[in-house]
């Protein structure tokens, strides 16, 4: 969704999926696409996989936010669309999208959701 020489914002689509499970990717900050790259990614196989290198210009600029005021006026499958495009995702061991969890089988109503702000298996790129 970018190139390099691009600038982005914070909360920009930088990266989206195109095949399988995933969710899209969203810069961290504002600055400015340095590379696109195979590069090393932070998993014990020590496997590479396609990076953006963001430069960032130290503003921080945030994209323009589209917050919605009442969810609930929103049809279903709206909502789950939000989450998906949002990035929301798990950080377990797969990474498995929120959206897709959230999407029972009809016959299997969710009565309660509970969100947890606290991630389970931290990860750091010096794990071998």
């Known amino acids: 969704m970018v190139k390099v020489g691009d600038r982005v914002l914070k909360g ?9 499970l995933g969710v ?10 340095e590379s696109i790259a195979q590069l090393p990614v932070p998993h014990p196989s020590g496997m590479t996989d396609w990076c953006i290198t963001l430069r960032p210009d130290g503003e921080n600029q945030w994209v323009e936010l589209q917050p919605v005021a009442d969810y609930r006026s ?3 499958n709206q909502v789950l669309d939000m989450i998906r495009d949002a990035g929301i ?3 377990g061991g797969a990474g498995f999208p929120t959206d897709i969890k959230l999407r029972p089988p009809r016959d299997r109503k969710v009565a309660t959701l509970i969100l947890n702000g606290a ?3 931290p990860i750091s790129p010096l794990m071998t």
Do not use: Q, W, Y
């Not at 920009?12 to 095949?19: G, R, S």
């Not at 899209?24 to 696409?33: D, E, N």
């Open 89 to 91: 995702a798990g950080l």
């Open 12 to 20: 920009e689509k930088i990266a989206d999926v195109t095949n399988g």
């Open 74 to 76: 929103l049809e279903r």
């Open 24 to 33: 899209p990717v969203h810069a961290p900050t504002s600055g400015f696409i």
């Open 119 to 121: 991630e389970c298996e």
